[in-house]
Nanobody
């Protein structure tokens, strides 16, 4: 059974940092593209960051560029999202997702949540002002 399990969310103050983790199991994701999305109450799902599990280029949404970093640890089968300089607008449920390599990789495909095959249950991040 494929599982993506997020952890690391919590309540922090503006300017603080958090690192989210997404532990994967049930299959090998070495050829997949991994991503983080978020959804705030009353808002649409928003692309945060993505990267191929094999490494290489990373991709970010405009609102997090320069503050967030996506990475992975092959030995731990885990994808991370390091979030720095958090602000209240970053408050949301953060989801980890995996995309099969069915398409040529592009920003438009990586940022489209409809093209992802597996999702985690989400972890809440709340940033107070």
């Amino acid at each position: 059974q494929v599982q993506l399990v997020e952890s690391g969310g919590g309540l922090v103050q503006a300017g603080d940092s958090l690192r989210l983790s997404c532990e994967t199991s049930g299959r090998t994701f070495s050829s997949y593209r991994m991503a983080w999305f978020r959804q705030a109450p009353g808002k649409e799902r928003e692309f945060v960051a993505a990267m191929p599990w094999s490494g290489g280029s990373t991709y970010y949404g405009d609102s997090v560029k320069g503050r967030f970093t996506i990475s992975r640890d092959n030995a731990k089968n885990t994808v991370y999202l390091q979030m720095n300089s958090l602000n209240p607008e970053d408050t949301a449920v953060y989801y980890c997702a995996a995309q099969k390599p069915s398409y040529a990789m592009s920003y438009s495909r990586l940022s489209n949540g409809e093209l992802y095959d597996y999702w985690g249950q989400g972890t809440q991040v709340t940033v107070s002002s």
